[in-house]
């Protein structure tokens, strides 16, 4: 027979953490939650890494300095390193646009953020062909003028900088909403300019925001898949980035290649878990205050 005690204590433990289920559903919801994230995300994830050294770290280690796959892979890291600055830049003057402004037509430049969301990848990639393709009104100029979007590095970061535009802004901006206008207004009355109320005001209150957001930036960026595809034109050794190298080699029948690859795409969103959970470890109290000012 169970301890009235025991469930006493249960209950009281509830009331007070504000939990009214049982001690039974919460382990239920517990489970499935477990099980489904192994099922789903754990086990690929480990099934990546033992088809990637399936045929020993030899193999693995050759078909990452392939030609194509070292070209594939500073072609990415290329891409990531011009978009990822370029969206800190558009998401942090959005969201300071959004959370410390009143304007006419605000509520439609909210919901423009969130329309790569919306938006499959691959029509954004179409997008792009439309105005930059050889046929667009755009095209022909560009050719006379020697100007190369579609198929070269252009193209490639123009796209990955759309699907990750909403990373960094959607960060910031309820954090900045939270935090109000009013240290800005005081460094202002103080005598402040509008770069030092930046810099040594908004600056630090945003920044664990920012760089959560820019650690998501810089893993979706590095693994763009539908609109990279559409805009790269697929030129070995030229325009494929790392998804791109990962389909061409398992349609060639190289699994055990294509799974290499991925592995260290999988790794480089590993570290940035881990860059993320670290940071929430050692700073957690100041993260915790920053978002509660």
Not at 237 to 248: D, F, K, R, S, W
Request: hydrophobic share 55%; with cysteine.
């Amino acid at each position: 027979m169970a301890d009235p005690a025991l469930f006493a204590a249960d209950a009281a433990h509830q009331e007070a953490s504000g939990i009214t289920e049982t001690r039974l559903v919460r382990y239920v919801l517990m489970a499935i939650a477990f099980v489904f994230l192994g099922l789903f995300l754990v086990l690929p994830l480990v099934l990546v890494f033992v088809q990637a050294f399936g045929r020993g770290v030899e193999f693995f280690l050759s078909t990452l300095a392939e030609p194509d796959s070292v070209s594939a892979i500073r072609l990415t890291l290329i891409v990531a390193a011009i978009a990822v600055p370029l969206n800190l830049v558009f998401g942090v003057a959005m969201a300071w646009a959004i959370a410390k402004f009143e304007f006419k037509g605000k509520a439609f430049l909210t919901t423009l953020v969130d329309l790569p969301f919306s938006v499959s990848p691959v029509i954004s990639g179409l997008v792009y062909v439309l105005l930059f393709g050889a046929q667009s009104l755009l095209g022909p100029w560009l050719k006379a003028h020697g100007i190369t979007i579609l198929f070269a590095v252009p193209g490639i970061v123009l796209a990955t900088v759309f699907v990750t535009f909403p990373f960094v802004a959607r960060e910031l901006i309820p954090l900045m909403q939270e935090q109000g206008t009013k240290d800005e207004e005081a460094a202002i009355s103080l005598g402040a300019n509008g770069w030092q109320t930046f810099w040594y005001v908004t600056l630090p209150n945003i920044k664990w925001g920012l760089l959560y957001g820019v650690l998501l930036c810089n893993a979706r960026a590095m693994g763009e898949f539908g609109a990279v595809s559409v805009v790269s034109g697929h030129i070995r050794g030229q325009t494929n980035t790392m998804p791109l190298h990962v389909e061409i080699l398992y349609n060639d029948y190289n699994a055990a290649g294509a799974f290499a690859v991925a592995s260290l795409l999988a790794g480089l969103a590993l570290v940035t878990l881990a860059l993320k959970t670290l940071l929430e470890m050692r700073y957690g109290a100041e993260i915790a205050a920053t978002r509660g000012h």
